[in-house]
């Protein structure tokens, strides 16, 4: 559950986002989450839930996560295709190598605070 | 979308006394810088990095142990142990004679790049440990967390042992999409456990196909010239 500390690092990050822009209360946070980031989504918003609970600054905020679709390259013709789960060929030359192109990431977009 | 602010909520969902502060960035993004400043503590230190990601018991320790007796007296080895408690595999790899400090997590799955400048430190310290060939570090046994972690490690290395059976690289990704070798360990097992080598190399290969892929048995010696060959090559860059 390396998820409970992604989502304690977030919270420090709210904390000095609110402070920096003089705000008491987080209404929103809206965060990217990559098809290979290794987060699963249902531990992050679990965490959040639990730990943003208590925490006054955070207690009402409401999680918005966004997961683009992954993102794969043919190794041999270099097409790259948009998936959902992994595909077992290339669509254009049916090469079966394919490489993960990005999506490793956790972003925080943006923040809406009052 | 909202149109009033373009904030991601519908517009029923707030009030516009507040404000939304466009951020975009990375969570990760304190992590990475300081995995990027352990990277070049460690070169200073003359030492390529290995961070060592696998299940409990895939055999990690055991691999250290066999590969310090084999290299030992030709390269000079450093270890930085990763555990939830104990420093019982410090105490194995030290009894090899070689510098090595253990971290505990206190409960934490996996290290982080903030422990590994606190062990870079420590290390150090210890005799021996400040100018190295080679660092490994034995990351906490967990095949998810720690993937999603750079230490500022050089070279990432994912184990599977025979007995785990030859599905881990489709039940976790990550960790395969993010290393550069893969072992295959315990082979001295294979007659006992239905794991096909060559199958679960292919399925490997096709998460990431840049993946280098060993077997190897710590305990009869086969497979190990390959390994030592790559520790070798590794470090004369
Ligand atoms: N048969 C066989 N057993 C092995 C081999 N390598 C390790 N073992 C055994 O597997 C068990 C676990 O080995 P360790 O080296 O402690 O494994 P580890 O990955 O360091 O374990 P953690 O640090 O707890 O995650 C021990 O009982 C070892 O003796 C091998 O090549 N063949
Ligand atoms: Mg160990
Ligand atoms: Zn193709």
Redesign the pocket.
């Known amino acids: 559950m390396h998820e409970m500390s992604l989502v304690q690092g977030l919270l420090g990050q709210l904390h000095e986002l609110a402070k920096e822009h003089n705000k008491e209360k987080v209404i929103s946070v809206s965060m990217e989450i990559g098809p290979f980031s290794g987060v699963v989504i249902d531990s992050f918003q679990f965490g959040f839930d639990i730990l943003a609970r208590d925490d006054a600054l955070t207690r009402e905020a409401i999680l918005l996560i966004e997961s683009p679709p992954a993102l794969y390259r043919c190794c041999s013709c270099g097409m790259e295709m948009k998936a959902e789960q992994r595909p077992e060929r290339c669509r254009h030359c049916s090469e079966t190598l394919l490489s993960p192109v990005g999506g490793d990431d956790l972003v925080l977009r943006q923040v809406e605070m009052e | 979308m909202c149109d009033a602010c373009g904030c991601d909520l519908k517009p029923e969902e707030h009030s516009h006394d507040s404000r939304v502060v466009e951020v975009h960035q990375s969570l990760l993004a304190a992590n990475t810088a300081m995995a990027k400043k352990n990277r070049v503590h460690i070169e200073e230190m003359g030492a390529v990095a290995i961070n060592m990601i696998?299940?409990?018991?895939?055999?990690?320790?055991?691999?250290l142990?066999k590969t310090i007796e084999a290299l030992g007296g030709s390269l000079r080895i450093g270890v930085i142990e990763g555990?939830i408690e104990t420093d019982r595999?410090a105490e194995r790899i030290r009894a090899k004679g070689v510098p090595v400090i253990q971290l505990t997590t206190g409960g934490a799955c996996h290290l982080d790049a903030a422990q590994i400048h606190k062990g870079l430190h420590l290390l150090e310290k210890e005799e021996g440990g400040a100018q190295l060939d080679l660092l490994f570090i034995?990351n906490?046994?967990n095949l998810v967390c720690p993937a999603t972690f750079d230490l500022g490690e050089h070279h990432r290395l994912v184990?599977v042992?025979v007995p785990e059976g030859p599905d881990k690289p489709a039940k976790y990704p990550k960790a395969f999409h993010s290393s550069q070798v893969f072992i295959i360990?315990?082979?001295?097992?294979l007659p006992y456990f239905d794991f096909p080598v060559e199958e679960a190399k292919a399925e490997a290969l096709q998460l990431n196909p840049d993946l280098q892929v060993m077997a190897?048995?710590?305990?009869?010696g086969e497979g190990f010239e390959q390994w030592l060959d790559y520790l070798k090559e590794v470090c004369a860059h």
């Open positions: 696998s299940s409990p018991g895939s055999g990690k320790t055991t691999l142990e555990d595999d034995e906490v046994g184990l042992s360990s315990k082979t001295d097992l190897l048995s710590a305990t009869s």
